[in-house]
């Protein structure tokens, strides 16, 4: 379980790609400073286990198939930046809201609109994705807690949400360098999905 408050701009430095699968090499010395064999990294907001750790700050994470196929981590090569964050521990702050790195969908970043102290991002979204989303409610974009400030729908009836950035989220996350046109890995709300299922449920 993750926070979405991101603890590290961290690097791949090495991707090996497998017959179903991929291995990646990440350089992040902050969440490596205790990180073991077994251990839970979120990278861009997907729940990955080390392999190894290494003595330079990185650690090695496979990433199957079906993960590549439902998330953005397949378009990462040597040289891309990602938002690291370690599991959370019992006990400690809870920052953002419950993060489980399970992602539901990817979207696309399709407008920026920067102002003096802030920048308002606006992303499209599946279907199956929006249904889960609300106004003032939390999303986990990239493994980054955040606000939905906006929603709407355009012209082709494309759903979309708006998250305002500030500048130390803009620093020290992927977002800050997020263009027009890049994928993001998207995570709803967990709560969401289990009062849907119960009202499913009690449906029957």
């Given at each position: ?20 699968a991929?291995?990646?090499?990440v ?11 077994g251990?839970s ?8 286990t ?11 994470a496979?990433?199957?198939q ?6 953005s ?8 930046r990602?938002?690291l ?12 809201h ?6 539901d ?8 609109a920067?102002?003096e ?47 305002s950035?500030i ?32 009202q ?5």
């Open positions: 379980m993750f926070t979405g408050i991101v603890e590290e701009l961290g690097e791949i430095v090495g991707k090996e790609d497998l017959t179903d991929a291995r990646f090499t350089k992040g010395p902050i969440v490596t400073s205790d990180a073991g064999h251990d990294i979120a990278v861009n907001g997907v729940c990955l080390v392999v190894d750790v290494l003595a330079d700050g990185a650690f090695t496979d990433v199957m079906e993960t590549l196929n439902r998330s981590l397949q378009r990462l090569e040597v040289g891309s990602v938002n964050e370690r599991a959370a521990s019992l006990g400690s702050r809870l920052g953002g419950l993060v489980q790195g399970h992602v969908g990817t979207g696309t970043v399709v407008s920026r920067p102002s102290n802030w920048t308002v991002v606006r992303i499209a979204m599946p279907t199956s994705v929006a249904r889960y989303v609300v106004e003032k409610g939390s999303i986990t974009v990239d493994g980054v807690s955040l606000t939905v400030s906006g929603l709407g729908q355009d012209d082709n009836a494309e759903h979309w949400f708006e998250i950035l500048p130390t989220t803009l620093d020290l996350t992927t977002l800050g360098r997020s263009d027009v046109g890049t994928p993001v890995n998207l995570e709803v709300d967990v709560i969401a999905k289990y009062v849907e299922r119960l499913t449920l009690a449906a029957d």
